[in-house]
């Protein structure tokens, strides 16, 4: 998982693993990086803000912090919050894993994932993204549609028995 900032605040953690900051706050106390109170034990796991105003003084160091969570265990929501999670690039080949929420992970070579609800629909979404790979449709940088800069002309009128459709 890459995220969009190198760092996040216990909130945004939790949104990662759809539990509440209270939650994180005490799994990070368990794993001896949070003191009882809420003070950062272990350094390299948080990167200390200059304190402006009242509030918090320190943000979690984003892929680390995620990462020592889920080897202890705690899984992240599936699809994760795309305001927090950069979108891997589509690179194939693709497999398919099994989540326990019911979910497949449609997953490239580099980590690209897709989710997909039912074993079916996973296995066609697959099959779709394993033949763009071959084709080398996903490789390809695809042209942006340019906004159109003329306005559209109008048509011709023309004459009927009795009026002008234009």
């Known amino acids: 998982?890459?995220?969009?900032?190198?760092?996040?605040?216990?909130?945004?953690?939790?949104?990662?693993?759809?539990v509440s900051e209270k939650n994180v706050g005490k799994?990070?106390?368990?794993?001896?990086?949070?003191?009882p109170r809420?003070?950062?034990?272990?350094?390299?796991?948080?990167?200390?803000?200059?304190?402006?105003?009242?509030?918090?003084?320190?943000?979690?160091?984003a892929e680390r912090t995620v990462e020592?969570?889920?080897?202890?265990?705690?899984?992240?929501?599936?699809?994760?919050?795309p305001d927090l999670v950069e979108p891997a690039p589509l690179d194939g080949p693709f497999i398919i894993k099994a989540?326990?929420?019911g979910l497949?992970?449609?997953?490239?070579?580099?980590?690209?994932?897709a989710w997909v609800s039912g074993d079916r629909n996973a296995h066609q979404v697959c099959r779709l993204l394993n033949a763009g790979h071959r084709l080398g449709v996903l490789d390809r940088p695809q042209p942006e549609q340019l906004?159109?800069?003329?306005?559209?002309?109008?048509?011709?009128?023309?004459?009927?028995?009795?009026f002008i459709i234009v």
């Not at 998982?1 to 190198?6: G, P, V």
């Not at 796991?45 to 304190?51: C, N, Q, T």
């Not at 002309?153 to 009795?162: D, G, H, L, M, Q």
């Open 1 to 18: 998982m890459k995220f969009k900032s190198e760092h996040l605040t216990l909130a945004e953690l939790g949104r990662v693993f759809g």
């Open 27 to 35: 799994w990070l106390t368990e794993l001896r990086l949070r003191s």
């Open 38 to 61: 809420g003070y950062p034990m272990d350094a390299s796991y948080v990167k200390f803000l200059k304190p402006q105003t009242w509030g918090q003084a320190h943000v979690w160091i």
């Open 68 to 81: 020592v969570l889920m080897m202890n265990g705690w899984n992240p929501v599936m699809p994760p919050p």
């Open 99 to 101: 989540c326990p929420n």
């Open 104 to 113: 497949h992970e449609v997953v490239g070579q580099k980590g690209a994932v």
């Open 147 to 162: 906004p159109e800069t003329q306005p559209a002309k109008r048509s011709a009128p023309f004459e009927t028995a009795e």
